[in-house]
């Protein structure tokens, strides 16, 4: 029998009963180390740690918490209601996009090329019905239309809640 990395070296039986008597010398010494388990040793040096670090009082300090949450969440006071009247006059120069909807309506492309100068296209919505006042797409009111000197504006009549926004996604 030959080793495939030194094919011209021959490998006799014997050798090989030698390679596996130094295996098992190996081995047994292998069995003093894991006597001496590393792993053992180191589960029973955190076990110690824990037990040390572990506090001697079961109910906790909760004098640091109350500190810090003061600290986090300032209570309120007439000098912070001006802080924040500040804050809030950071944000009103913002631009917000506020659209008032008629109705909707689904076309086909047929239909939209159709289209001229003096069509008519019927809307879900009916006459006299609210129309949605909505702010970057998301309804916040309805309202209906007035014409005050040539001009159209529209009278904001319900704010919608949080609850009826929802109410009239589903639709």
């Known amino acids: 029998m030959t080793d495939p990395n030194k094919p011209d070296q021959n490998v006799s039986d014997d050798d090989w009963a030698d390679a596996m008597s130094e295996q098992e010398e190996t081995s047994n010494t292998a069995d003093i180390a894991d006597e001496e388990d590393p792993w053992a040793a180191a589960m029973a040096e955190q076990e110690a740690a824990e037990e040390d670090q572990a506090p001697s009082d079961p109910a906790p300090d909760t004098s640091a918490a109350k500190a810090a949450s003061d600290e986090i969440f300032r209570p309120l006071s007439p000098a912070i209601g001006n802080e924040q009247a500040r804050d809030l006059e ?45 702010i970057n797409g998301y309804l916040i009111a309805q309202g209906e239309v007035v014409v005050i000197e040539d001009k159209y504006g529209i009278r904001i009549t319900e704010i919608i809640t949080p609850s009826e926004r929802i109410h009239k996604l589903n639709r």
């Not at 631009?95 to 809307?123: D, H």
């Not at 919505?125 to 909505?134: Q, T």
């Open 90 to 134: 950071m944000i009103m120069d913002i631009p917000v996009k506020l659209t008032v909807e008629l109705g909707r309506t689904k076309l086909t492309i047929k239909q939209l090329l159709e289209l001229a100068q003096g069509s008519v296209i019927e809307l879900e919505g009916l006459a006299g019905e609210p129309m949605d006042i909505l």
